[in-house]
T-cell receptor, first 111, second 113 residues
Framework: RKEVEQDPGPFNVPEGATVAFNCTYS??????FFWYRQDCRKEPKLLMS???SGNEDGRFTAQLNRASQYISLLIRDSKLSDSATYLC????????????FGTGTSLTVIP | NAGVTQTPKFQVLKTGQSMTLQCAQD?????MSWYRQDPGMGLRLIHY???????DQGEVPNGYNVSRSTTEDFPLRLLSAAPSQTSVYFC????????????FGPGTRLLVL
């Protein structure tokens, strides 16, 4: 079973739409959670950390459900510049600080 | 700060050749790691290190060696390149601790013929 599973998409949405990505993780000992963004042929970059209480950064909202081992990312008012692949990432200190990456969800925002 | 740097950016090898991918960071991060990224597979961990002199295997270590003689450098060696090692390789580093995120280098695109 994969450590982190994501719906690969692709998601094609019009500008201004709201889109949600979901991710599940298998190790209940995982302690830290992140969403990364990766543009085509570029390195992944941190979008936001995900906290148990949920957190918001502008148009982006991340949620964590530890009981269901589920992470989500909501993007409101989508912009063309949001087109990218979004990676769900889980960190487990107990296994040597390893970071586990989902395969990514592709988003294209259409004019 | 330069962050995480990787060299070379591109490389073409013939089957059986060896080479070293270089990675360096200037953020004094304890943790460094190497990933490969293939279409549909996501990022897969090759080797990682939690400090100088300490290395460990990740998910796909076969065919690769690493060493960590300094905090700053974490080279990845391909012992005898195979076409299956054609991939994009990313080096990353971070502090060790809860919610400490990783910073990635720009990647090395490797083609093995």
């Amino acid at each position: 079973r994969k450590e982190v599973e994501q719906d690969p998409g692709p998601f094609n949405v019009p500008e201004g739409a709201t889109v949600a990505f979901n991710c599940t993780y298998s190790n209940s000992a995982s302690q830290s959670f992140f969403w990364y963004r990766q543009d085509c042929r570029k390195e992944p970059k941190l979008l936001m950390s995900v906290y148990s209480s949920g957190n918001e950064d502008g148009r982006f909202t991340a949620q964590l459900n530890r009981a269901s081992q589920y992470i989500s990312l909501l993007i409101r008012d989508s912009k063309l510049s949001d087109s990218a692949t979004y990676l769900c990432v889980v960190n487990t200190l107990a296994t040597g600080n390893q970071f586990y990456f989902g395969t990514g969800t592709s988003l294209t925002v259409i004019p | 700060n330069a962050g995480v740097t990787q060299t070379p950016k591109f490389q073409v090898l013939k089957t059986g050749q060896s080479m070293t991918l270089q990675c360096a960071q200037d953020m004094n991060h304890e943790y460094m790691s190497w990933y490969r990224q293939d279409p549909g597979m996501g990022l897969r961990l090759i080797h990682y290190s939690v400090g100088a002199g300490i290395t460990d295997q990740g998910e796909v270590p076969n065919g690769y060696n690493v060493s960590r003689s300094t905090t700053e450098d974490f080279p990845l060696r391909l012992l005898s390149a195979a076409p299956s090692q054609t991939s994009v390789y990313f080096c990353a580093s971070s502090y060790v601790g809860q919610q400490e995120t990783q910073y990635f280098g720009p990647g090395t695109r490797l083609l093995v013929l």
